[in-house]
């Protein structure tokens, strides 16, 4: 099974909402990722977690809030977004951090519009 | 200076030709890995293909194979019977020992196959 599930698919939210975005994966990864995807740009890396804890924050807007509360669920909590932050939302996880050959296998994403 | 760079924003193919696709990238350290990602219109972001630095071989992963000329930094997809369904944005990526998890990704080359 390599699969990574993301919830909700689509999310409409006004800028005075609190949202959260869900990630999870059962093939046993032990590293976590986050990433923004603007349309017909690459993924930007927004965070990175290593067995449960936050190894990298890619100078991330606090109104974006990442969680990791077990090693298969990764959630990115929202709050007061502004409109440039609608995108698609991927999460991706691999085996280990750092090991230049372990791919990432992403989920669907989550497209959120901001109001 | 650009990483990676993919200098083909779009593609064209016939159904059944080969397509080769091109990545060229920057870096410093001995140690790195290549790889490929295709994105349908759908949003997942789904792994191809990977070459490492220091392999002598090239990667093939049935219809993709990677060709991989070090001393020009180049890291080619070629994608041989094209299928209705290979329609997708391609991202060429690459790690870098000296940057973690961090996955440095392409602009991107849409591939459109025609019947």
């Known amino acids: ?115 | 200076a650009q990483k990676i760079t993919q200098t083909q924003p779009g593609m064209f193919v016939q159904e059944k030709e080969a397509v080769t696709l091109d990545c060229t990238y920057d870096t410093s350290d001995q140690s790195y890995g290549l790889f490929w990602y295709k994105q349908p219109s759908s949003g997942e972001m789904i792994f191809l293909i990977y070459q490492g630095s220091y392999d002598e071989q090239n990667a093939t992963e049935g219809r993709y194979s990677l060709n991989f000329q070090k001393a020009r930094k180049s890291a080619n997809l070629v994608i041989s019977a094209s299928q209705l369904g290979d329609s997708a944005m391609y991202f060429c990526a690459m790690r870098e020992a000296t940057s973690g998890s961090r996955l440095t990704f392409g602009e991107g080359t849409q591939l459109t196959v025609n019947p």
């Open chain 1, 1 to 115: 099974d390599t699969e990574v599930t993301q919830t909700p698919k689509h999310l409409v939210m006004g800028m005075t909402n609190k949202k959260s975005l869900k990630c999870e994966q059962h093939m046993g990864h032990r590293a976590m990722y986050w990433y923004k995807q603007k349309a017909k740009k690459p993924p930007e890396l927004m965070f990175v977690y290593s067995y449960e804890k936050l190894s990298i924050n890619e100078s991330v807007p606090s109104r974006f809030s990442p969680e990791c509360p077990n090693s298969s669920l990764l959630n990115l909590h929202l709050h007061a977004l502004q409109p440039e932050d609608s995108a698609l939302y991927l999460c991706a996880s691999s085996q280990r951090e750092g090991q230049l050959f372990y791919e990432q296998y992403f989920g669907p994403g989550t497209r959120l519009t901001v109001t």
